[in-house]
Nanobody
Framework: QVQLVESGGGLVQAGGSLRLSCAAS????????VAWFRQAPGKEREFVAR????????YYTTSVKGRFTISRDNAKNTVYLQMNSLKPEDTAVYYC?????????????WGQGTQVTVSS
């Protein structure tokens, strides 16, 4: 089992940047595929980005390509989401999730979320 804790959210102006962190504890983190999701008020949760267990493969939803970068440091048991050129529509609670499957359709482990607010 793994426990996930997100941090790094906050209030930023449009065009600004934030870096989210997802710190893991528990079992060996390096075997987990990790993804970021987000949920805006009144909307369903949506996929943002995913990174493979060894960090060699990444995948992004279209709306964040070229602006967000997912990365990981398995020595620190942490996955990051660097968010640049932020837009008001990026405002949401951001969650990280982990699973041992290579291409998960669902994730077994979730963090509690961190709020990101982008002002116009």
């Amino acid at each position: 089992q793994v426990q996930l804790v997100e941090s790094g959210g906050g209030l930023v102006q449009a065009g600004g940047s934030l870096r989210l962190s997802c710190a893991a504890s528990g079992r060996t983190f390096s075997v987990y595929t990790v993804a970021w999701f987000r949920q805006a008020p009144g909307k369903e949760r949506e996929f943002v980005a995913r990174i493979s267990a060894n960090g060699g493969f990444t995948y992004y939803t279209t709306s964040v390509k070229g602006r967000f970068t997912i990365s990981r440091d398995n020595a620190k048991n942490t996955v990051y989401l660097q968010m640049n050129s932020l837009k008001p529509e990026d405002t949401a609670v951001y969650y990280c999730a982990a699973d041992t499957k290579l291409l998960p359709r669902s994730y077994d482990y979730w963090g509690q979320g961190t709020q990101v607010t982008v002002s116009s």
